[in-house]
């Protein structure tokens, strides 16, 4: 526990102006990030006697070990400043709501030739019309079923598209009337792109237009006694009627808002934010945050904005926002949400009438998720203390083990050898810290010196990290040195280690326990590595799968947990998701090098250029008989590159023709290529909406 003493800046230091600011712990981790109408002023604020400082406001600088800061120029630029910062360092203490779920969007891909009605979750495309969140997709189909029959806009995917626009027969939604069967040229590109227009006026609230007009037609079809017309227009209107009816007016004016509620106590918030288009509530979601810092309904109020409209611009913020309480100073944030949409935005506390009302109303749902967050999360977190305090007990740990890491080797009979490593904090998992190796150091099956391979490697990052902070003397007491560890052993992965700058980094931060995939063997490799590095202060054990058996290091007998421990109900979760992790990653690797073709080895070609040259060519084959100026006309490929692929073709051996295996025939590379040359990316990119498989980071 740092004393804040010991990092306080001088008071002609600090600037008397706007600023963002920023505590970093021993580890130069950010933990905290704010920002100041006057810096001199708050950042003194932290540094009083401590008795007088919120119990949480405590603990986060007596974590801390430095602060710095930035001056900007306005209060809406400290704003922006502490949105980017917060998203970009992820820091422990800042407020950040959790979403209690994923919802659902109704979508129009407006960027696509034929735009196309779906559902959609996750991150927004650019280009494409959304609509929502909805609490349940079903509630999203019903709605376009409804639709349909009046704008009847594709709703299929693209290869149902293609293979109808290839058959020259649409869908059965085409056959029903349900679908205006573009992919068969029933209908013009511009005159589907209108009727996509004029579904997502309908959805955006402006409803009462198209409903008049659908009426006068069906008065006129009737009066002309065009009764079968008009019995359609009459059903198209009570579509369309009983569509507006899954969305009740709540606001009598039409009016375009977000409402947003908070419920509290002195550990956790959640907020409810209703979103009203057109008078009608289009959408619900709901947040939940611990409250990590000492914050007022204020501050909690601008972290759900920051949140709600950082990434979001034009319409999807609304004209008026409503809120229980504003924030302090207000005009900045109402001049950022401005700047968000490009047209003034309202941002006030509901007084009276119907707005008022329906903020009670979102209140009682804010009231009501925190009261069912409460109930899950308590035994929740009972099971997960009782589960860290057994397997304290059961290793003779001085603490509990808040931070576990498990590792695990896997490969196909010595093939393809990977590992895996993943990180659980607290009991729960922290899939943004999972790792994944390539053994390097050996070729061949030994998961023993593999494992031990793996642990040198992170832990070497580990004490290279610590060796910048200072917190690690380089080779004093025996201890070896940051110049000694890179020198000695197996070379490290990936590029030259960053500059510090507080975002977190792959390596730097030590687990209490790490559980390795194996028994005695495995825990002694392990451990040897630790040794080898110097490392006393990290305990070991391996998890055995035959009986569940829980080995330590130098022990001749296993120790056993009870089958109903939530203990060792823990460590199998972890072994069992490091395996899942890792034979994933293997598998990956496995199909990426069944897939390699000779165009692989062309350094510098990527994946466009080697499409666009079997596009050209048409196989691998003929692009080998090709010229280097032939090679050339291909868009995209100079000379120099083209020389490059013919050596490289060159040099390849051709394989071996495949042969029909029902008549015995020899068959051209021609009709083979496109297996020949497929080729997997040379690295999976890592998303925070990217599945668990490929959430990792090789190293």
């Known amino acids: 526990m740092a004393d804040p003493s010991s990092y306080r800046p001088k008071p002609g230091q600090i600037p008397d102006s706007p600023g963002v600011y920023k505590f970093r712990d021993e580890h130069r981790r950010v933990i905290y990030v704010g920002k100041a109408k006057s810096l001199r002023q708050r950042l003194a604020s932290y540094f009083q006697d401590l008795a007088n400082l919120h119990p949480r406001t405590r603990t986060m600088v007596t974590t801390a070990a430095s602060v710095e800061w930035t001056v900007v120029s306005t209060e809406v630029e400290a704003l922006q ?64 079923d409804l639709l349909l029959r009046v704008f009847p806009v594709r709703t299929c995917s693209a290869g149902v598209f293609k293979n109808a626009s290839r058959t020259g027969r649409p869908c059965l939604l085409g056959y029903i009337g349900k679908c205006s069967a573009p992919c068969v040229g029933r209908v013009s590109p511009e005159e589907h792109r209108d009727l996509a227009e004029e579904f997502c006026d309908f959805m955006a609230g402006r409803t009462g237009t198209y409903i008049r007009r659908l009426e006068q037609q069906m008065t006129e079809a009737a009066e002309e006694m065009e009764y079968e017309r008009a019995a359609r227009l009459r059903d198209d209107i009570e579509a369309l009627r009983k569509a507006m009816e899954k969305s009740a007016v709540v606001l009598a004016d039409a009016t375009d808002a977000d409402l947003i509620a908070l419920a509290e106590d002195e550990l956790e918030a959640a907020v409810q934010i209703f979103h009203v288009r057109g008078g009608r509530v289009r959408g619900q979601r709901g947040w939940v945050t611990d409250k990590v810092e000492a914050v007022t309904t204020a501050d909690l109020v601008e972290h759900a904005l920051q949140q709600l409209y950082g990434e979001e611009t034009g319409d999807s913020v609304p004209k008026e926002v409503l809120v229980p309480a504003l924030p302090e100073p207000v005009e900045p944030v109402q001049e950022w949400l401005t700047a968000r949409r490009g047209s003034n935005v309202s941002l006030r506390i509901p007084q009276r009438g119907d707005k008022k009302a329906l903020m009670e109303t979102v209140q009682r749902n804010a009231l009501q998720a925190l009261a069912l967050h409460k109930t899950r999360r308590a035994s929740d977190l009972t099971t997960r203390s009782r589960a860290l305090e057994e397997i304290a007990e059961a290793l003779d740990l001085d603490s509990a083990p808040l931070r576990i890491e498990c590792y695990d080797i896997s490969h196909l009979q010595g093939d393809d050898v990977v590992a895996s490593m993943v990180v659980f904090e607290d009991g729960l998992q922290r899939k943004g810290e999972y790792r994944r190796f390539q053994i390097k150091g050996f070729a061949g099956q030994d998961d023993v010196r593999s494992m031990h391979e793996v642990i040198t490697r992170r832990f070497r990052r580990y004490l290279v990290e610590k060796e910048k902070t200072g917190e690690w003397t380089d080779g004093e007491d025996g201890v070896p040195g940051a110049a000694e560890i890179l020198a000695d052993g197996i070379p490290l992965s990936g590029s030259t280690l960053a500059e510090d700058d507080g975002r977190p980094k792959r390596f730097a931060y030590p687990p209490q326990l790490v559980v390795v995939d194996g ?19 990290i305990a070991v054990c391996g998890l055995a799968k035959r009986l569940e058996e829980v080995w330590l290091p130098g022990e001749d007998d296993p120790v056993v947990l009870p089958r109903s421990s939530e203990g060792l109900y823990l460590l199998q979760r972890v072994r069992d998701e490091a395996h899942r992790f890792a034979i994933t990653y293997q598998r990956a690797k496995r199909a990426k090098r069944f897939r390699s073709g000779p165009l692989d080895d062309v350094p510098g070609l990527g994946e466009s250029r080697k499409q666009a040259l079997i596009k050209h060519f048409g196989s691998v084959k003929k692009l080998r008989s090709a010229t280097i100026d032939q090679i050339c006309e291909v868009p995209g490929v100079g000379r120099k590159t083209a020389e490059t692929i013919a050596v490289a073709l060159a040099q390849a051996a051709p394989a071996a023709p495949a042969v029909n295996t029902a008549t015995g025939e020899i068959m051209e590379d021609d009709e083979h290529a496109a297996p020949e040359t497929t080729a997997g990316p040379a690295e999976e990119p890592v998303t925070a909406g990217a599945s668990d498989e490929r959430r990792g980071q090789e190293t």
């Open 81 to 144: 400043l502490e949105y980017s910062w917060i998203k970009e360092y992820d820091p422990r203490f800042n407020v950040k709501y959790r979403d209690d779920k994923s919802y659902p969007h109704l979508a129009v891909t407006m960027n696509e030739e034929f735009p196309r009605v779906q559902v959609m979750r996750g991150a927004k495309k650019k280009g494409v019309r959304y609509f929502g969140p909805y609490g349940h997709a079903w509630a999203i189909r019903d709605t376009v």
């Open 519 to 537: 028994g005695r063997p495995q825990v002694a490799a392990a451990q040897r590595a630790l040794d080898e590095l110097g490392i006393d202060d």
